[in-house]
């Protein structure tokens, strides 16, 4: 669903000047952090448990944003 159609629109924020760490960070936050998700996790795992995920993915999400915006500006 959503993840699919992200992408499209990634690539024309990238094509537009977006840094590709941003625009990867982007596209992996729509996939892995929505509330339809937490929803569904509720069932399974305690509310405590679900925050932890959350806040892990999100850090990831923005660490793996910095790298590659780094790796884009030391090879560009």
Partial sequence: GSCAAIVP???VLFQKGMPLGTALAFMMAVAALSFPEAVILRRAMKLKLIIIFFSV???AI?????IFN???GAFI
């Fill in 9 to 11: 629109i990634a690539v």
């Fill in 62 to 66: 923005i660490l793996t944003g910095y």
């Fill in 70 to 72: 780094l790796l884009q």
């Fill in 57 to 59: 993915v999100t850090l």
